[in-house]
Nanobody
Framework: QVQLAESGGGSVQEGGSLRLSCVASTRTGRMGWFRQAPGKEREAVASINKSIRTGITYYADSVKGRFTISHDNDQNTVYLQMDSLKPEDTAKYYC??????????????????????WGQGTQVTVSS
């Protein structure tokens, strides 16, 4: 059983920054971040394939140029650097991970069903 521990959420003013962290208890495959705002469905934010030296990353159009996903050399920790935050970014952010050795088409990066493990979520609130 893989457990994911998220941290780094909080409240910031519009234009501020936060860095979310996700630590996996064991080695995993691709990892990603999803978010869910009240009254809305959970949506993919970013994803990284950390099984290679330079991970292949994906971003939702709404966060491109503002968010950056990365990982430590141990490949068990993934970060989401969030800059130029907007009130629209307010949501609960969830870390997700795939089982090691599992492969899907690249376009599945944004699909919840392609991830096997989920964190409990961390709240991000951006005030105007």
């Amino acid at each position: 059983q893989v457990q994911l521990a998220e941290s780094g959420g909080g409240s910031v003013q519009e234009g501020g920054s936060l860095r979310l962290s996700c630590v996996a208890s064991t080695r995993t495959g691709r990892m990603g971040w999803f978010r869910q705002a009240p009254g809305k469905e959970r949506e993919a934010v970013a994803s990284i394939n950390k099984s290679i030296r330079t991970g292949i990353t994906y971003y939702a159009d709404s966060v491109k140029g503002r968010f950056t996903i990365s990982h430590d050399n141990d490949q068990n920790t993934v970060y989401l650097q969030m800059d130029s935050l907007k009130p629209e970014d307010t949501a609960k952010y969830y870390c997700a991970a795939r089982r090691s050795g599992i492969s899907y088409e690249e376009r599945a990066w944004r699909e919840q069903w392609s991830y096997h493990f989920w964190g409990q979520g961390t709240q991000v609130t951006v005030s105007s």
